[in-house]
Protein backbone atom coordinates (compact mmCIF):
# COMPACT_ATOMS: atom_id res chain seq x y z
CA UNK A 1 0.00 0.00 0.00
CA UNK A 2 0.61 3.53 -0.09
CA UNK A 3 3.42 5.41 1.95
CA UNK A 4 0.64 7.49 3.71
CA UNK A 5 -1.22 3.23 3.90
CA UNK A 6 2.63 1.73 4.43
CA UNK A 7 2.02 3.84 6.64
CA UNK A 8 -2.98 4.44 4.33
CA UNK A 9 -2.15 0.57 5.03
CA UNK A 10 3.08 -0.78 5.18
CA UNK A 11 0.48 5.93 2.72
CA UNK A 12 -0.72 5.96 3.46
CA UNK A 13 4.96 -0.58 4.17
CA UNK A 14 1.67 4.79 1.80
CA UNK A 15 0.71 3.83 6.09
CA UNK A 16 -1.07 5.26 3.95
CA UNK A 17 -0.01 4.88 4.31
CA UNK A 18 -0.23 -1.29 5.72
CA UNK A 19 1.73 1.94 2.43
CA UNK A 20 4.79 6.31 3.75
CA UNK A 21 3.05 4.55 5.91
CA UNK A 22 0.85 6.29 4.06
CA UNK A 23 2.01 2.62 2.01
CA UNK A 24 -0.32 -0.57 2.82
CA UNK A 25 0.23 -2.22 6.30
CA UNK A 26 3.92 -1.31 7.38
CA UNK A 27 4.24 -2.16 10.91
CA UNK A 28 3.63 -6.23 10.15
CA UNK A 29 0.00 -7.32 9.97
CA UNK A 30 -1.21 -8.63 13.54
CA UNK A 31 -2.50 -12.41 14.04
CA UNK A 32 -6.01 -12.80 14.22
CA UNK A 33 -6.16 -12.77 17.42
CA UNK A 34 -4.52 -9.49 18.27
CA UNK A 35 -7.03 -7.06 18.94
CA UNK A 36 -10.37 -9.74 18.07
CA UNK A 37 -13.48 -7.97 17.91
CA UNK A 38 -11.92 -4.29 17.48
CA UNK A 39 -14.60 -2.15 14.88
CA UNK A 40 -13.48 0.42 12.53
CA UNK A 41 -15.82 2.73 14.03
CA UNK A 42 -14.21 2.09 17.44
CA UNK A 43 -10.54 2.74 16.16
CA UNK A 44 -11.38 6.44 15.83
CA UNK A 45 -13.83 8.92 15.03
CA UNK A 46 -14.88 9.67 11.34
CA UNK A 47 -13.17 13.35 10.40
CA UNK A 48 -15.14 16.23 11.94
CA UNK A 49 -17.87 17.77 9.75
CA UNK A 50 -16.20 21.06 10.75
CA UNK A 51 -13.18 22.61 10.69
CA UNK A 52 -10.70 22.44 12.96
CA UNK A 53 -9.42 25.54 14.96
CA UNK A 54 -6.36 27.23 13.34
CA UNK A 55 -3.05 27.13 14.46
CA UNK A 56 -1.04 29.77 16.02
CA UNK A 57 2.04 29.48 13.82
CA UNK A 58 3.39 32.03 12.10
CA UNK A 59 2.27 32.44 8.05
CA UNK A 60 4.69 30.53 6.00
CA UNK A 61 4.88 31.62 2.44
CA UNK A 62 3.63 29.69 -0.68
CA UNK A 63 5.93 26.75 -1.72
CA UNK A 64 7.77 27.65 -4.85
CA UNK A 65 10.66 26.46 -7.12
CA UNK A 66 11.33 23.02 -8.48
CA UNK A 67 12.92 20.62 -6.66
CA UNK A 68 14.43 17.04 -7.27
CA UNK A 69 12.88 14.05 -5.50
CA UNK A 70 15.80 13.60 -4.02
CA UNK A 71 16.44 17.47 -2.80
CA UNK A 72 12.91 16.99 -1.07
CA UNK A 73 14.02 14.20 0.76
CA UNK A 74 16.40 16.51 2.71
CA UNK A 75 12.95 18.36 3.85
CA UNK A 76 11.87 15.22 5.68
CA UNK A 77 11.85 15.46 9.34
CA UNK A 78 14.47 13.44 11.10
CA UNK A 79 14.49 11.31 14.13
CA UNK A 80 14.93 14.27 15.94
CA UNK A 81 11.20 15.26 15.48
CA UNK A 82 9.71 12.19 16.55
CA UNK A 83 9.87 10.54 19.93
CA UNK A 84 12.58 8.17 20.68
CA UNK A 85 10.66 4.86 20.48
CA UNK A 86 9.92 5.60 16.45
CA UNK A 87 12.59 4.75 13.77
CA UNK A 88 12.92 5.76 10.21
CA UNK A 89 11.79 2.62 8.11
CA UNK A 90 14.26 2.40 5.27
CA UNK A 91 11.71 0.03 3.20
CA UNK A 92 9.61 3.01 3.57
CA UNK A 93 11.74 5.63 2.35
CA UNK A 94 10.12 6.96 -1.39
CA UNK A 95 11.67 9.41 -3.92
CA UNK A 96 11.18 10.56 -7.28
CA UNK A 97 14.65 10.76 -7.75
CA UNK A 98 17.14 13.47 -9.33
CA UNK A 99 14.88 15.06 -12.36
CA UNK A 100 11.52 16.21 -12.40
CA UNK A 101 9.03 14.54 -14.23
CA UNK A 102 6.70 15.69 -17.04
CA UNK A 103 4.74 12.64 -17.36
CA UNK A 104 0.72 12.55 -17.07
CA UNK A 105 -0.69 10.96 -13.96
CA UNK A 106 -0.82 7.18 -13.81
CA UNK A 107 -4.03 7.71 -11.30
CA UNK A 108 -6.76 9.49 -11.62
CA UNK A 109 -8.43 10.93 -8.57
CA UNK A 110 -11.81 10.96 -10.24
CA UNK A 111 -11.96 7.52 -11.07
CA UNK A 112 -9.14 5.42 -9.82
CA UNK A 113 -10.61 3.05 -7.18
CA UNK A 114 -10.74 3.25 -3.43
CA UNK A 115 -7.97 0.07 -3.00
CA UNK A 116 -5.36 1.38 -5.51
CA UNK A 117 -5.34 5.02 -3.75
CA UNK A 118 -5.11 3.73 -0.16
CA UNK A 119 -2.47 1.28 -1.71
CA UNK A 120 -0.18 4.23 -3.74
CA UNK A 121 -0.91 7.19 -2.05
CA UNK A 122 2.86 8.43 -0.41
CA UNK A 123 4.09 6.48 -4.16
CA UNK A 124 4.60 8.19 -7.77
CA UNK A 125 1.67 8.78 -9.64
CA UNK A 126 -0.27 11.64 -9.11
CA UNK A 127 1.14 13.59 -12.17
CA UNK A 128 3.79 15.09 -9.67
CA UNK A 129 6.96 16.59 -10.97
CA UNK A 130 8.76 16.05 -7.93
CA UNK A 131 7.91 13.61 -4.31
CA UNK A 132 9.67 12.07 -1.21
CA UNK A 133 8.09 10.53 1.28
CA UNK A 134 8.94 8.33 4.66
CA UNK A 135 8.11 6.90 7.56
CA UNK A 136 8.76 6.67 11.21
CA UNK A 137 7.72 3.31 13.00
CA UNK A 138 7.13 2.27 17.06
CA UNK A 139 5.38 -0.60 17.92
CA UNK A 140 1.67 -0.83 15.91
CA UNK A 141 2.25 2.87 15.23
CA UNK A 142 3.57 5.16 13.10
CA UNK A 143 4.24 8.68 11.33
CA UNK A 144 4.03 9.41 8.20
CA UNK A 145 5.41 12.15 5.87
CA UNK A 146 4.94 12.97 2.43
CA UNK A 147 6.05 16.48 -0.16
CA UNK A 148 4.05 16.12 -3.36
CA UNK A 149 5.11 19.14 -6.04
CA UNK A 150 3.13 19.78 -9.21
CA UNK A 151 3.91 22.39 -12.19
CA UNK A 152 1.69 24.95 -10.50
CA UNK A 153 -0.48 25.86 -7.32
CA UNK A 154 -3.48 25.20 -9.61
CA UNK A 155 -2.52 21.71 -9.64
CA UNK A 156 -1.64 21.15 -6.02
CA UNK A 157 -5.04 22.65 -4.70
CA UNK A 158 -6.99 20.36 -7.95
CA UNK A 159 -4.89 17.65 -6.15
CA UNK A 160 -6.25 17.99 -2.47
CA UNK A 161 -9.80 18.58 -4.10
CA UNK A 162 -9.78 15.39 -5.51
CA UNK A 163 -9.10 13.79 -2.79
CA UNK A 164 -11.76 15.03 -1.15
CA UNK A 165 -14.12 14.16 -3.75
CA UNK A 166 -12.35 10.53 -3.79
CA UNK A 167 -13.32 9.91 0.19
CA UNK A 168 -16.68 10.89 -0.39
CA UNK A 169 -17.13 7.80 -2.58
CA UNK A 170 -15.27 5.49 -0.51
CA UNK A 171 -17.09 4.67 2.57
CA UNK A 172 -17.11 1.31 2.53
CA UNK A 173 -14.46 -0.74 0.51
CA UNK A 174 -11.65 -3.65 0.53
CA UNK A 175 -8.19 -3.66 -0.21
CA UNK A 176 -5.87 -6.27 0.15
CA UNK A 177 -2.02 -5.79 0.51
CA UNK A 178 1.00 -8.28 2.01
CA UNK A 179 -1.59 -11.27 1.62
CA UNK A 180 -4.16 -9.20 4.09
CA UNK A 181 -7.69 -8.41 3.00
CA UNK A 182 -9.17 -5.62 4.97
CA UNK A 183 -12.21 -3.76 5.34
CA UNK A 184 -11.64 0.26 5.12
CA UNK A 185 -13.83 3.56 4.99
CA UNK A 186 -12.27 6.98 4.13
CA UNK A 187 -14.21 10.37 5.61
CA UNK A 188 -12.47 13.88 4.55
CA UNK A 189 -12.84 17.22 6.28
CA UNK A 190 -11.38 20.50 6.53
CA UNK A 191 -8.96 20.44 8.87
CA UNK A 192 -7.23 23.52 10.93
CA UNK A 193 -5.06 26.28 8.52
CA UNK A 194 -1.26 25.27 9.00
CA UNK A 195 1.11 28.07 8.53
CA UNK A 196 -1.75 30.19 6.51
CA UNK A 197 -2.57 27.51 4.36
CA UNK A 198 -5.94 25.56 4.35
CA UNK A 199 -5.51 21.64 5.19
CA UNK A 200 -8.23 18.67 4.46
CA UNK A 201 -8.48 16.27 7.15
CA UNK A 202 -8.13 12.37 5.58
CA UNK A 203 -9.09 9.79 8.10
CA UNK A 204 -9.35 5.87 7.00
CA UNK A 205 -10.47 3.35 8.92
CA UNK A 206 -10.87 -0.43 9.24
CA UNK A 207 -10.36 -3.99 10.09
CA UNK A 208 -7.30 -6.24 9.10
CA UNK A 209 -6.79 -9.63 10.36
CA UNK A 210 -9.16 -8.78 13.47
CA UNK A 211 -6.83 -5.99 14.09
CA UNK A 212 -8.49 -2.36 13.81
CA UNK A 213 -6.82 -0.10 11.65
CA UNK A 214 -6.36 4.09 11.69
CA UNK A 215 -4.65 6.68 9.59
CA UNK A 216 -5.34 10.15 10.39
CA UNK A 217 -4.00 12.02 7.49
CA UNK A 218 -3.51 16.27 7.33
CA UNK A 219 -3.16 17.48 3.40
CA UNK A 220 -2.25 20.77 3.00
CA UNK A 221 -1.57 22.78 -0.53
CA UNK A 222 1.10 25.79 -0.46
CA UNK A 223 1.61 26.84 -3.75
CA UNK A 224 3.35 24.25 -6.26
CA UNK A 225 3.50 21.59 -3.00
CA UNK A 226 1.15 19.43 -1.26
CA UNK A 227 2.46 18.79 2.35
CA UNK A 228 1.16 15.89 4.54
CA UNK A 229 1.02 14.48 7.85
CA UNK A 230 0.18 11.25 9.22
CA UNK A 231 -0.60 9.23 12.27
CA UNK A 232 -0.80 5.26 12.46
CA UNK A 233 -2.68 3.12 14.77
CA UNK A 234 -2.79 -1.03 14.39
CA UNK A 235 -4.91 -2.67 16.69
CA UNK A 236 -3.94 0.53 18.94
CA UNK A 237 -4.67 4.62 18.60
CA UNK A 238 -2.54 6.45 16.15
CA UNK A 239 0.10 8.57 17.99
CA UNK A 240 -0.80 11.60 18.95
CA UNK A 241 2.56 13.58 19.38
CA UNK A 242 3.98 15.31 17.29
CA UNK A 243 0.45 16.59 16.02
CA UNK A 244 0.29 15.55 12.18
CA UNK A 245 -0.05 20.12 12.11
CA UNK A 246 3.08 20.38 13.71
CA UNK A 247 4.51 17.69 11.14
CA UNK A 248 3.06 19.39 8.64
CA UNK A 249 4.32 23.07 9.20
CA UNK A 250 7.62 22.02 9.57
CA UNK A 251 7.82 20.30 6.17
CA UNK A 252 6.89 23.58 4.89
CA UNK A 253 9.42 25.74 6.89
CA UNK A 254 11.89 23.09 5.33
CA UNK A 255 10.50 23.25 1.67
CA UNK A 256 10.82 27.07 2.01
CA UNK A 257 15.04 26.91 3.18
CA UNK A 258 15.86 24.00 0.68
CA UNK A 259 13.96 26.18 -2.16
CA UNK A 260 15.98 29.39 -1.69
CA UNK A 261 19.49 26.86 -1.49
CA UNK A 262 18.36 25.64 -4.42
Not at 16 to 25: M, N, P
Not at 81 to 91: E, G, I, T, V
Not at 166 to 188: E, P
Amino acid sequence: MSSVAKGLLAVFSVIVVAGCSTKGVPYGTPSSSASSGSSASSAAPAASASPEPALSESPVPAASGQLTGSQLETVLLPQSYFPASFALSPSSVVSSGDSLSSSPAQYDLATISCATFVNHLGNTGFGETAMASASFVGTQQAFDQVVYQFGSAAAASDFVAGVRSLAGRCHAFTATDNGATGQFSLSAADGPAVGGHPSLRLVETGTINGSSLVLDTLLSASGVDVFTGAAVGLGTSAPASPAKETIVYNLMKRQAAAAVLG
